[in-house]
T-cell receptor, first 113, second 113 residues
Framework: EAQVTQNPRYLITVTGKKLTVTCSQN?????MSWYRQDPGLGLRQIYY???????DKGDVPEGYKVSRKEKRNFPLILESPSPNQTSLYFC????????????FGNGTRLTVT | AQTVTQSQPEMSVQEAETVTLSCTYD???????LFWYKQPPSRQMILVIR??????QNATENRFSVNFQKAAKSFSLKISDSQLGDTAMYFC??????????FGKGITLSVRP
């Protein structure tokens, strides 16, 4: 089944403890991206990747890192999480930039205390 | 920078009736894509419909259709014969050629039995 898999679905952590949210897609998609969803703000793009080893900042990249060493994986790294990064995170992928819709993962609810 | 505005935070509709969700956007681009995504309580993001800006014909997907007014930069979603399963948050989104997807803040739609 074609899908975008995020893990974990829920995560509670403390300020400053490094964490990684994994994202993997099995559709051979070139484009992958991360979003955070906050009440009243909709979804905002954190980072995106056009292909392996090609990443770029979205609207809210501060405090996040990403890597794209393999086509299928696009992990989101929080080196030193802070409470303002408490949010719902979505990974998404698509085949190309223009004609393909985004496929979303099921989301990761992160709480930083 | 592109902006997407969904001015109605929530709406309610009677089952089997028709409802229209509004969305406006601001861009200087000529070629772009517009989307409506649905997020049910399961929080999964589901693509409802997509419109290419270069197409004058309004997109239609079963009970869902759009009214795309390029000059007015308006992109409303019409849901006909509303069903209980349509209860969800709906996001309007804009994408230009560099793959940056900009979302509106969303509207909560409730379908009453």
């Amino acid at each position: 089944e074609a899908q975008v898999t995020q893990n974990p679905r829920y995560l509670i952590t403390v300020t400053g403890k490094k964490l990684t949210v994994t994202c993997s897609q099995n559709m051979n998609h070139e484009y992958m991206s991360w979003y955070r969803q906050d009440p009243g703000l909709g979804l905002r793009q954190i980072y995106y990747s056009m292909n392996v080893e090609v990443t770029d900042k979205g609207d809210v990249p501060e405090g996040y890192k990403v890597s794209r060493k393999e086509k299928r994986n696009f992990p989101l790294i929080l080196e030193s999480p802070s409470p303002n990064q408490t949010s719902l995170y979505f990974c998404a992928s698509s085949f190309d930039r223009f004609n393909s819709p985004l496929h979303f993962g099921n989301g990761t609810r992160l709480t930083v205390t | 920078a592109q902006t997407v505005t969904q001015s109605q935070p929530e709406m309610s509709v009677q089952e089997a009736e028709t409802v229209t969700l509004s969305c406006t956007y601001d861009t200087s681009e000529n070629n772009y894509y517009l989307f409506w995504y649905k997020q049910p309580p399961s929080r999964q993001m589901i693509l409802v419909i997509r419109q290419e800006a270069y197409k004058q014909q309004n997109a239609t997907e079963n009970r869902f259709s759009v009214n795309f007014q390029k000059a007015a930069k308006s992109f409303s979603l019409k849901i006909s014969d509303s069903q209980l399963g349509d209860t969800a948050m709906y996001f309007c989104a804009f994408m230009k050629g560099n793959s940056k997807l900009t979302f509106g803040k969303g509207i909560t739609l409730s379908v009453r039995p």
